[in-house]
């Protein structure tokens, strides 16, 4: 793992699932980048427009300093209508998601899990599935799925629950995420809500406890390429 791609669906979703990860990867001397697919906010308003061009600056430029904090190689932005994907054509976020591939030619991919209940969480999944398919000369040698927290496991239907089987030791770590977390003021929330600090920290025990760690980020993985044979648990 030596060129790493996140792909996540709104500013915040870089660090809610893996700011922890990043960080200990950043340190080992792994370049990992990040696109955010759509704008976030504008689903929050009565109709899209109405968020003003400052509103959606400020949320990236705390994007911005969160991903410094949590050593970020860069940021990039799509602005892709938020909460609105599943009113593209996929075939058109799979254009914009293989230009990101193309362009980093990452070894290691992370995006949402499938599953998630946030209609963008499960289009960026799909798309990054696509355009990281294992033909022609893709680079991508592994796809990892994170969980969000507050989307996760808030589907309740328990089709495609979130199921880790590879797991980070970020206790060194951690606390740069939720540094991370505090630059964006608009996002954190007061306890128990699941982006809160006191939340974080307690899924960061949770998670540790279940792989022998004091603190760990969890993941899915979706494809892995050996020696040229892919396999995996999810199949595009």
Not at 80 to 107: A, C, F, T, W
Not at 187 to 199: C, F, G, I, N
Not at 211 to 219: D, I, K, M, P, V
């Amino acid at each position: 793992m030596r060129n790493v791609l996140v792909f996540a669906a709104h500013p915040d979703d870089e660090l809610l699932g893996l700011g922890g990860t990043v960080r200990r990867l950043a340190d080992e001397g792994v370049a990992v980048r990040a696109v955010i697919m759509a704008e976030g906010l504008t689903s929050r308003a009565e109709a899209r427009l109405d968020v003003g061009k400052a509103e959606l600056e400020k949320l990236q430029s705390d994007s911005r300093k969160a991903a410094e904090i949590v050593g970020y190689k860069s940021i990039e932005f799509c602005g892709l209508p938020d909460n609105r994907m599943d009113g593209m054509d996929l075939l058109d976020v799979v254009k914009i998601v293989s230009r990101y591939v193309e362009r980093h030619q990452p070894d290691t991919v992370f995006t949402h899990h499938h599953g998630d209940l946030n209609v963008d969480h499960r289009i960026t999944c799909e798309a990054v599935l696509t355009a990281c398919r294992p033909v022609g000369d893709c680079p991508v040698k592994r796809i990892y799925a994170f969980e969000t927290p507050s989307s996760s496991e808030w589907n309740y239907s328990y089709r495609e629950p979130f199921v880790p089987n590879v797991f980070f030791d970020v206790k060194g770590t951690l606390e740069a995420k939720i540094k991370g977390m505090s630059c964006y003021g608009s996002e954190m929330k007061d306890y128990p809500h699941p982006r809160s600090e006191e939340a974080l920290v307690a899924l960061g025990r949770y998670r540790g406890s279940g792989s022998g760690y004091a603190l760990a980020e969890a993941f899915q993985l979706l494809r892995e390429c050996h020696d040229g044979q892919w396999g995996g648990i999810l199949e595009s």
